[in-house]
């Protein structure tokens, strides 16, 4: 007999928004299962300092359009040492915990993997605004990133165009251009600046030109944050052309707001299918959603396989502007 009794979630690295929705369909797929669950408090950190809760009906209820994680989150150190981690597991066996489910990005499923190898029964699900995942076509929290950035460069917009202005939107996404290049799709901007792609001032100045000979009111490049900051583009723009940008770094209110819908779906499925497999005894593997079905891949998946920029959407980079 499964002797999954009582399972533990947490939010670990940079918080997603959907993630409240997410560990609200663990807890609540426990308590359909009756079984019991706990949260544990600021990621890694709170798991070796113990710092648990239990999730019950009114824990988890109100919370599923809630932005950032009512479990906080952080990025551990302790936990990155061996000593971190068998205390981890430690504090889990004291508290009655049978099995985890790590809600985060890569740096999380390392630690996750870390407690399968330990025997530890874990499952992870994505969460991140990055999408840099491999094992899933999205990570919760990141289509509501690229709301949110299309609905601040829209209103950058407003003003580039009553002045003409060249804007450089730098957004966030770590070492990938998941977020950049879907952002620049969705806001129409003129070019995209991706990591995955190598950047050719030249051709940029190109469109450049281009651009001010069509008479555009305004022209926008969103920048990934993993290939260089805006400033320093707006420099090289500057030496290369004599363009005189303007530069806007959205930052973490990427991070913020309450998940589009599709997203709160996308993390009640996740968050359940987590749970259920957990129960029935798979460990060591992320929840996946690829062309819409829900998969288990290991999590070593996540970050020894490259995941790569849509073909297709590369392709409009050139043709848009
Ligand atoms: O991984 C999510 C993310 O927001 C990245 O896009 C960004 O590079 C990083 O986290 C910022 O991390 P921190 O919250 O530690 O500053």
Known sequence: M????????????????????ALRAVARTCMFNDKECIGVMRGYEGLIDGDFIPLDHQAVGG????????????????????????????????????GLVVIGGDGSFHGAKALHDLGFPTIGIPGTIDNDITGTDETIGFDTAVNTALEAIMKLRDT??????LFVVEVMGRNAGFLALEVAVA??????????????????????????????????????????????MREQLADAGGYDARVTVLGYIQRGGHPTSFYVVLANMMGAFAADNLKIGNSG?????????????????????????????????????
Do not use: C
């Open 63 to 98: 919370i599923i359009h809630k932005g950032g994680t009512i479990l906080r989150t952080a990025r551990s150190e302790r936990f990155r040492t061996p000593e971190g981690r068998e205390e981890a597991i430690a504090r889990m066996k004291d508290a009655g915990i049978d």
């Open 285 to 321: 593997m992320i929840v996946g959603n690829i062309n819409h079905k829900l998969v288990l891949s290991p999590l070593e998946r996540a970050w020894s396989e490259h995941k790569s920029l849509s073909p297709e959407m590369l392709s409009l980079i050139n043709k848009m502007n």
């Open 160 to 165: 580039a165009s009553s002045h003409q202005r």
């Open 187 to 232: 806001t129409g901007a003129e070019y995209a600046v991706v990591p995955e792609l190598p950047l050719s001032i030249g051709n940029l100045v190109k469109i450049l030109k281009n651009s001010y000979s069509l008479h555009k009111t305004h022209t926008l490049i969103v920048l990934a944050e993993g290939v260089m900051s805006a400033a320093e």
């Open 2 to 21: 499964n002797k999954m009794n009582r399972i533990a979630v947490l939010t670990s690295g940079g918080d997603s928004p959907g993630m409240n929705a």
